[in-house]
């Protein structure tokens, strides 16, 4: 079954609705992903800089000096200068003032305006040559422009008019650039908001200011997101999302669009006189094969040709996020190649009927080459060949023809992405991402999809205005907010103090050093470091096997080292913690010569254990961390019998207050990987009987009632359903006398079964299709050495594999010699007990 959305099925729009409902059903077939590491706001593993103060708000645009050292903002009634060289501080250079006179201000609310939306918001802020920097701003609902002395940031020249190069409206989005000394816009040029312009301002000589022809509408609704400037093409192209006129069945379809035009236009010479003759349209498809298409985009940034490859292979990351409801919360990051953008702008165009305004793909003589550059002295005939054929008749498709990363769970507005050498001189492609609910997220492009290094907090509110800013030199972040500045490192490589944790990383710009025995900035190393971001393979890496102290556990008892010592009363309630090593880790519960058994034990969503001491379930306990198919151990402890009340050892008595249960949130601060000092793990806790059983036993018959119920309803929600379908159709037969209204029911009745039947296997079968295909990035291969692997390999997949594969993993469990649960992922993420 092979769905193609648009634009096959787009032109059935009867298709269209049925495809939608199918692909909500489909719609878990996403990968999650999940940050390996998180640091909260405050941690002490992300050092954060922040800039902030009273009389400033709204930092909407940044604009960064080419030696990194000084950061300017357009905020809101001012333009500041920031020093940004220093490493632990932001210090505030100078602040030019610009806002509206009282004047302006009255004006503004007497035009029907809010007066919080009144004050001068900074939209464009541009280098225009060595010395001055060129901004524009809303300047109370009037929009202004004026030259900047970037050195001592004053105001050098009367302000220019702002129409047509920045909006009026501050909630309108719209995107600037300036090559050469001119400025080229994408914005919408009147008060009410319903004139769209991509322009070209500050033209001298015998270059001309430039704009849209619109008396064909050029441009339907759109909403500007970004500009680039590619120096060999000598061409500028704009992404934006518009009303995609060409799909006129569906009401209002978002479309999102790349254009392009040439620097060398200077507009026709009787026809297109000051417009633009270069001015083509493409649709930007951000779609996988079988599913809606992310069609409205958010964001979208540059990424430069690797040093000596030609332009061609310039790439273009943006986030997309879905127009249907299906997929809100969504959002996808889909990558286009410059090459394929300018295969589709030298292709055919579709035709519009000036008549109906209708567009249609007949083909028809073709008089010039829309797009072409140097079109300004061509014939008029051929200049209205181009004003009226502007739209590309193909889609640019994403590179390899799917979406770079889907994410369920967060929604990202913001991205920038960079190419960075790892170890062994191959570049990987690192996004960074922000989230709506301010996080921003690090990922690295991998064969087998997006693995997410690490999200750090950068704001607590969630922020109407964003932006972000990639110092790639300095290797440092800007994150503009309503609130003020945050800046944050690329990467910390000192957070990972082990080789394994570094490893497991996968983070480019990080590797072990052997001879320092530090996680180190791989930029600045000559010598071979341990990484190995396409597996995050440790044993290679490190040189080193997993370490288990497993085979201590053979020992017998006495021999035993005891790990940490729990002394414990019988009928006690006993909790073991175990700290996560990462949000990717798996944690699983060992003990030796016996099986934790959920009759006796409960695990806990954190990963802790819980059992009711007693003569049987004293002993050791060994909690393994695995990720990757790298196993270590995070802890071991000795739950021993108190001998006495009054010989119970003072230190080995158990903390009065029992830690704060850490969240999935929290940090993952993994334990020492090979456990050098166990006092440095998070201390077991024991309560009180009285305390802890009733969560405990709850808990317990919660878990198996809830088992016990999905059982039997399975059982008997169906001859339930069916009794009730009888009867009501004999209470209808009663009313209405004999007819053949009973076996009508029971036909229906079966037949609603059995397309039940056919729908349930059908989709079963479309999702497992899917699944095989977007499997978790999580995949490497086994290790003999370790058989046990194949276990948490599964768990650390979730529990969407967990029937299939159960039996099988248990098997393993079993065949390795010492006894344990073959524990699987719950659907919370802990790990049930599983008798074998
Ligand atoms: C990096 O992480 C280490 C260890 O958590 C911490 O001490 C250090 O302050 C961090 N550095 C930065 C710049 O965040
Ligand atoms: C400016 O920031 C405030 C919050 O500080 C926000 O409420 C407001 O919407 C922002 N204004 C604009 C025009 O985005
Ligand atoms: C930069 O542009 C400004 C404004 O047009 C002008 O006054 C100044 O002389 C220019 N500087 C240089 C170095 O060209
Ligand atoms: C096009 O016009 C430019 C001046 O605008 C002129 O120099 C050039 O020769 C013209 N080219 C052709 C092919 O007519």
């Known amino acids: ?289 079988s599913e809606l298409p992310y069609n409205v985009i958010q964001d979208m940034d540059i990424l430069p040709p690797a040093e000596g490859a030609p332009s061609d292979d310039t790439l273009f990351y943006g986030i997309f996020t879905s127009q249907w409801s299906v997929n809100s919360g969504r959002s996808a990051v889909c990558s286009f190649r410059l090459t394929d953008i300018k295969s589709v702008f030298s292709g055919n165009y579709k035709v519009l009927n000036r008549d109906t305004l209708q567009w249609s793909t007949r083909v028809q003589e073709k008089v010039a080459n829309p797009g072409e550059c140097g079109l300004h002295n061509a014939s008029d005939n051929a200049l209205r060949f181009v004003k009226e054929n502007f739209l590309a008749d193909d889609s640019v498709r994403p590179v390899g023809r799917s979406l770079t990363m889907v994410s369920a769970e967060h929604n990202y507005s913001h991205l920038t992405v960079q190419r960075v050498q790892a170890a062994n001189n191959r570049d990987y492609t690192v996004l960074f991402l922000l989230t709506e609910s301010g996080y921003l997220h690090k990922a690295v492009l991998l064969p087998t999809g997006a693995h997410i290094i690490e999200e750090v907090q950068v704001f607590e509110q969630p922020q109407p205005i964003k932006s972000l800013k990639l110092s790639v030199a300095k290797g440092l972040i800007y994150v503009g907010t309503s609130e003020g500045l945050v800046r944050v490192p690329t990467a910390n490589c000192s957070f990972y103090w082990t080789c394994p944790q570094c490893v497991l990383a996968r983070d480019p710009f990080c590797g072990w050093d052997p001879a320092s025995r530090a996680c180190v900035e791989a930029s600045n190393h000559q010598t071979s470091l341990g990484q190995d971001i396409d597996k995050g393979n440790v044993e290679e890496a490190c040189n080193s096997v997993s370490f288990t102290h497993r085979a201590r556990f053979g020992l017998p008892a006495a021999s035993c080292p005891a790990g940490e010592l729990v002394s414990v009363s019988l009928n006690e309630v006993v909790r073991l913690q175990c700290p996560a090593a990462s949000q990717l880790s798996q944690q699983l519960w060992e003990r030796p010569n016996s099986r934790l058994s959920s009759d006796l034990y409960l695990h806990l969503d954190d990963g802790s254990l819980s059992f009711v001491a007693t003569p049987i379930t004293v002993g050791h306990y060994l909690c393994l961390s695995t990720e990757n198919g790298y196993q270590q151990t995070m802890a071991i402890y000795h739950v021993k019998q108190k001998s006495s009340p009054i010989a119970q050892s003072p230190t080995n008595y158990t903390r009065p207050q029992a830690p704060p249960i850490p969240t999935t949130k929290a940090v993952a601060r993994p334990g020492p990987g090979l456990l050098p000092s166990l006092g440095t793990l998070p201390k077991r806790t024991s309560t009180r009987q009285g305390e802890t059983e009733p969560t405990l036993s709850s808990r317990d018959t919660q878990v198996t009632t809830g088992q016990r119920g999905r059982n039997t309803s399975q059982w008997t929600e169906e001859p339930g359903h069916k009794e009730a379908g009888f009867r009501d159709g004999e209470l209808l037969m009663s009313a209405r006398g004999p007819c053949y209204l009973k076996e009508l029911v029971v036909v229906s009745v079966l037949l609603v079964l059995c397309l039940s039947l056919l729908i349930t296997m059908l989709l079963y079968v479309i999702r497992k299709r899917c699944r095989s295909r977007t499997a978790p990035h999580a995949g490497t291969p086994t290790r003999d050495s370790d058989r046990r692997t194949p276990v948490e390999q599964e768990a650390l997949r979730g529990n969407q594999f967990q029937s299939k594969r159960n039996g099988q993993a248990l098997h393993s469990g079993q065949a390795s010699g010492f006894v344990c649960n073959g524990a699987l992922t719950g659907s919370n993420g802990h790990l049930p007990n599983t008798p074998i």
């Not at 092979?2 to 059903?25: C, H, Q, T």
């Open 1 to 289: 079954m092979n769905i193609r959305l648009i634009p096959a099925v787009m032109e059935n729009p009867s298709l269209l609705s049925l495809i939608v409902a199918l692909l909500g059903f489909l719609s878990p077939c996403l990968t999650r992903l999940t940050p390996r590491v998180s640091f909260p706001k405050g941690s002490p593993g992300r050092h954060l800089t922040r800039f902030s103060s009273h009389d400033v708000s709204n930092s909407t645009t940044l604009l960064l000096s080419d030696d990194g050292d000084m950061l300017y903002v357009g905020a809101r009634d001012a333009v500041l200068a920031l020093d940004v060289s220093h490493k632990d501080s932001i210090i505030l250079r100078s602040k030019l003032d610009w806002s509206p006179s009282e004047k302006d201000l009255e004006q503004c609310s007497m035009k029907g305006k809010k007066m919080v939306d009144c004050p001068n918001f900074i939209r464009v802020l541009q280098f225009l040559n060595t010395t001055h920097i060129y901004a524009c701003g809303t300047f109370a609902f009037s929009p202004r422009c004026t030259y900047i002395n970037s050195e001592t940031l004053t105001m050098s020249l009367k302000p220019d008019e702002g129409r047509g190069r920045c909006p009026y409206d501050p909630y309108q989005r719209n995107t600037a650039i300036i090559v050469d000394g001119e400025l080229y816009t994408g914005t919408v040029a009147d008060y009410r908001g319903n004139r769209p312009v991509i322009s070209r301002h500050l033209s001298e000589g015998r270059r001309v200011d430039l704009k849209l022809d619109d008396t064909l509408g050029w441009l339907e609704d759109p909403t500007f997101i970004s500009s680039s400037f590619i120096p060999d093409e000598e061409k500028i192209y704009f992404f934006f999302s518009e009303v995609g006129r060409e799909y006129d069945f569906i009401d209002k379809f978002i479309v999102s669009r790349v254009s392009q035009i040439c620097m060398s236009d200077v507009g026709g010479q009787r026809t297109l006189q000051r417009r633009w003759t270069t001015f083509a349209k493409a649709q930007l498809l951000c779609q996988a094969d």
